[in-house]
């Protein structure tokens, strides 16, 4: 049979001979390009490396394709790339946010200026970067709550990046009488928190008094405290309130 399907034998070989040699230069070639991205990938250790990895492999493919859209399909490429922008510019209108938060993740990841185990605060969130992805960022807050932040809001709003001395850091504030012996107070203080708190004090950081300010009613000043990472900061305020309350160097009112 010389014609089939309107071509004849030989140009349907020539076509075959021509994408089974495109396709088996792109797997040598996409083989080469993912084993080098693997070492880069490695050694800056980027999270979610694998969908760097996918979006390498995924360029390969559609390059090799317009390479063969016309000795093979006879389609010309630069038609077809054109009917392929206005579709993607039809998509990405109607997924600008989805958009946005994936070049967000992207920058994050890349610039690793937020990475689980950071302790962060943005806006009125403060607590442990718990994941990072392509579309949002979770903050797991003191008391177990988890917020989503969609990484375009991430990386547009300031963040403050929290020292390890400050994560667990909780205040108690405290008047005391005139003419009270500040250094003893402050013993006092130490030592009642250290006992009544025991079970919830960071021990990696020692309870301290600081005296700042004076007032009608005697000398301000706060204990700080530094707690547990599952600890909630009202629960040792609350705790060592009750333990000094009644002290007869405690002011009436601060």
């Known amino acids: 049979m010389e014609h089939f399907i309107g071509m004849d034998a030989g140009g349907w070989l020539?076509?075959?001979?021509?994408?089974?040699?495109?396709?088996?230069?792109?797997?040598?070639?996409?083989?080469?390009?993912?084993r080098l991205m693997h070492k880069a990938?490695?050694?800056?250790?980027?999270?979610?490396?694998?969908?760097?990895?996918?979006?390498?492999?995924?360029?390969?493919?559609?390059?090799?394709?317009?390479?063969?859209?016309?000795?093979v399909f006879g389609v010309d490429p630069a038609g077809f790339v054109a009917a392929l922008g206005v579709v993607s510019l039809a998509i990405s209108l109607g997924m600008q946010d989805t958009i946005s938060n994936i070049i967000g993740g992207i920058s994050l990841m890349l610039s690793k200026s937020v990475q689980p185990g950071d302790y962060i605060s943005?806006?009125?969130?403060?607590?442990?970067?718990?994941?990072?992805?392509?579309?949002?960022?979770?903050?797991?807050?003191?008391?177990g709550a988890v917020e989503v932040i969609p990484n375009s809001v991430l990386s547009k709003t300031a963040l403050t990046r929290i020292t390890p001395w400050s994560v667990g850091y909780c205040g108690v504030p405290i008047a005391v009488v005139p003419g009270a012996d500040l250094n003893a107070v402050a013993q006092e203080c130490c030592r009642i928190a250290a006992s009544e708190l025991a079970d919830l004090l960071d021990?990696?950081?020692?309870?301290?008094?600081?005296f700042s300010a004076?007032?009608?009613?005697?000398?301000?000043?706060?204990?700080?405290?530094?707690?547990?990472?599952?600890?909630?900061?009202?629960?040792?305020q609350d705790r060592l309130a009750r333990a000094l309350s009644g002290r007869p160097w405690l002011a009436s009112c601060v």
């Open 14 to 34: 020539d076509k075959c001979v021509v994408l089974v040699v495109t396709v088996a230069v792109t797997l040598v070639v996409q083989r080469v390009v993912v």
């Open 214 to 236: 004076f007032s009608a009613y005697g000398t301000q000043g706060e204990v700080r405290l530094h707690v547990l990472p599952d600890v909630v900061f009202s629960t040792a």
């Open 41 to 71: 990938l490695d050694v800056s250790e980027l999270p979610s490396a694998s969908l760097f990895i996918n979006i390498g492999r995924a360029l390969i493919w559609v390059l090799a394709l317009l390479s063969v859209l016309r000795p």
């Open 203 to 210: 021990p990696a950081f020692e309870t301290d008094v600081i």
């Open 122 to 143: 943005v806006g009125d969130v403060t607590g442990e970067v718990t994941d990072v992805t392509w579309r949002s960022t979770s903050v797991m807050m003191r008391g």
